[in-house]
């Protein structure tokens, strides 16, 4: 197959993915985002996952906001967002869009391979009747689909796109050598050809939510051993000693994979007349970690005397995980929401988040710098600007210190998870 490659969706997944096609493959990198398409057109990546010379390397790519520089392509990839609504509901608008839009383009023998996060059988039960309807072509006959999860780790600069193994999938024999060959072509890690479209999407759900009710575990495990009064990592330190020990940590699950996956999962079995009950319960402790560090923190000041209306307290650190500016579905907001709650004044600083991207989103203006007096301070995020300030003097400044990820040594802080 001449593989001539459109992505639709040129955030943390599209773009990497773009970079590499467009080293083999005349490749269209479409984003609906114009500020974002002409950051790209200039060499730059707001969300620090590719560096201007890894877009210069990519010498057969091309960015576009309009759809119909996308006509020419013959093998489409959409890498759209999946979240979920206010009430936790999958909110497939943007693949349904992006797949409206593909449904226009298609030609006899194209294929469309999603790689946005869905449940079990979302690309042949919802995407395709809309393929079917807007192209007039028979899905399996005229036209073909794959599926392949992403695995972008966003921030992380040794898991890269090549270096990870890529699952695959299509909707016949055919198809799927196609996609596995296309993907096998530019990962260096190889692939793994799922047997069908379905087991591929259930497999990305299930990576994700797996990890969410092991964090989960460890979350109630930090509830129960506060009651206790014992230190949680000294008991996890103590426990990692046996060789099969499984090494995860209490903290905050945000982002738009972890604390997002389980839901999708979650709705397809209850569509099918399955309660699920391990996966909600596990997100249901995850979930209130932002209110239980926030009450925490006003118990201590409590106990110190320093608790008023006129207390302030400074969270470092808003994104959703160290060293990386994304801001989806950060849980740090639960912790400002249940400070302003009681009516307690908090502020946040992120040097690695963007200003007008919080303000926007979370109607939250980010400190300038973390100077200032406050009654207690937050360690939210372990970001390397926060691991380089000077905590001994910050100790004996600040009333109240509560260490979120851990990383502190125990005798600076007054609590941690």
């Not at 201007?52 to 990519?58: D, R, T, V």
């Amino acid at each position: 197959m001449d593989y001539k490659v459109g992505i639709i969706g040129l955030g943390y997944v599209g773009l990497p993915l773009a970079v590499e096609s467009g080293k083999l493959y005349s490749t269209i990198g479409f984003d609906i985002d114009i500020k974002r398409v002409d950051e790209l057109k200039s060499g730059v990546d707001r969300t620090l996952e590719v560096n201007e010379n890894e877009l210069k390397a990519s010498e057969l790519l091309e960015y576009t906001t309009d759809k119909e520089d996308l006509s020419e392509c013959n093998f489409y990839i959409v890498t759209v967002p999946t979240p979920i609504d206010e009430l936790k509901n999958p909110d497939l608008r943007p693949i349904i869009s992006a797949t409206e839009m593909i449904a226009l383009l298609i030609k006899p023998d194209d294929i469309v391979v999603y790689e946005s996060t869905v449940f079990p059988g979302c690309t042949e039960e919802v995407c395709v009747p809309i393929l079917e309807e807007g192209s007039g072509l028979v899905f399996n006959k005229d036209f073909y689909c794959g599926y392949s999860p992403e695995r972008i780790n966003p921030g992380d600069k040794e898991h890269r796109i090549s270096s990870i193994l890529k699952v695959t999938s299509g909707s016949d024999d055919e198809s799927a050598e196609k996609v596995d060959t296309f993907y096998r072509s530019f990962i260096e890690a190889g692939t793994f050809k799922a047997s069908s479209i379905k087991v591929a999407e259930a497999a990305k759900v299930i990576e994700n939510s797996q990890r969410d009710i092991n964090i989960a575990f460890v979350n109630e495990l930090a509830l129960i051993f506060d009651r206790l009064d014992i230190d949680t990592s000294e008991v996890l330190e103590a426990a990692g000693t046996k060789w099969n020990f499984l090494p995860f940590r209490p903290g905050l699950v945000g982002g738009h994979c972890i604390g997002v996956d389980p839901f999708y999962l979650t709705q397809k079995a209850e569509s099918v007349g399955y309660n699920p009950q391990v996966i909600l319960s596990g997100r249901k402790i995850n979930d209130q970690m932002g209110q239980y560090v926030a009450q925490k923190v006003i118990k201590l000041l409590g106990r110190k005397e320093k608790l008023s209306n006129e207390s302030k307290v400074l969270i470092l650190g808003f994104t959703f995980k160290e060293n990386c500016p994304d801001t989806r579905n950060t849980r740090v907001i639960d912790i400002y929401k249940e400070f302003d709650d009681y009516g307690i004044q908090a502020s946040v600083f992120d040097p690695q988040a963007d200003t007008n991207q919080v303000s926007e989103e979370y109607g939250i203006i980010l400190e300038s710098s973390p100077e200032g007096s406050y009654e207690a301070i937050i360690l939210a995020v372990a970001h390397k600007e926060f691991l380089a300030l000077n905590w001994e003097a910050l100790r004996k400044s600040t009333p109240v210190i509560f260490d979120v990820k851990s990383i502190l040594p125990k005798a600076l802080v007054d609590g941690r998870l």
